[in-house]
T-cell receptor, first 111, second 114 residues
Framework: DQQVKQNSPSLSVQEGRISILNCDYT??????FLWYKKYPAEGPTFLIS?????DKNEDGRFTVFLNKSAKHLSLHIVPSQPGDSAVYFC??????????FGTGTSLTVIP | ETGVTQSPTHLIKTRGQQVTLRCSSQ?????VSWYQQALGQGPQFIFQ???????GRGNFPPRFSGLQFPNYSSELNVNALELDDSALYLC?????????????FGQGTRLTVV
């Protein structure tokens, strides 16, 4: 039972434009959400997080939006750069000791 | 500050064999979590170790077992390997057991069972 879903396996964006990666979840007990970025042959790297008490968190070019009523979050990257090309995983926690990951979205930023 | 390192990076085993994967946690971290990432899937939680004790387990059979040592490094053992165990195994270390604590991942061990 996939509690965190990323329905777009891939996304291509022109350099300089906005990249929007989406994530949906089903468990209303999730209270903390994260985005990880993964390059080939490397482990996932933490990118940005958001607590359920907020609806937006911004860190430089990266902004995460949380819509609790829709059980949806999104990651915005502005402006997109070729070095952002990677697989992005959305993850969620219910306060326990594990993350629940989505299946990932492969982002390609075209120069 | 050393990061999370895993060994080996690649491994090929035969169905029915046993395998041990190793993880050195980041300096100062006392918690290690193991995840399995099958092809095309997101990482799935196997279990977590905190101060040498198992601290939560995902939906994996008992043939998946682990250890954490006094220096907080960890091992993942899988007995009676099955073809479906072929996956990338990721280790993550953190300062504490709560999932709201940032976890740092190693590069993973790619296990192939033939």
């Amino acid at each position: 039972d996939q509690q965190v879903k990323q329905n777009s396996p891939s996304l291509s964006v022109q350099e300089g434009r906005i990249s929007i990666l989406n994530c949906d979840y089903t468990n209303s007990m999730f209270d903390y959400f994260l985005w990880y970025k993964k390059y080939p042959a490397e482990g996932p790297t933490f990118l940005i997080s958001i607590s359920s008490i907020k609806d937006k968190n911004e860190d430089g070019r990266f902004t995460v939006f949380l819509n609790k009523s829709a059980k949806h979050l999104s990651l915005h990257i502005v402006p997109s750069q070729p070095g952002d090309s990677a697989v992005y995983f959305c993850a969620a926690s219910d306060g326990g000791n594990q993350f629940y990951f989505g299946t990932g979205t492969s982002l390609t930023v075209i120069p | 500050e050393t990061g999370v390192t895993q060994s080996p990076t690649h491994l090929i085993k035969t169905r029915g064999q046993q395998v041990t994967l190793r993880c050195s946690s980041q300096s100062g971290h006392n918690t290690v979590s193991w995840y399995q990432q099958a092809l095309g899937q997101g990482p799935q939680f196997i279990f977590q170790y905190y101060r040498e004790e198992e601290n939560g387990r995902g939906n994996f059979p008992p043939r998946f077992s682990g250890l954490q040592f006094p220096n907080y490094s960890s091992e993942l053992n899988v007995n009676a390997l099955e073809l479906d165990d072929s996956a990338l195994y990721l280790c993550a270390s953190s300062l504490g057991p709560g999932a709201n604590t940032e976890a740092f991942f190693g590069q993973g061990t790619r296990l192939t069972v033939v």
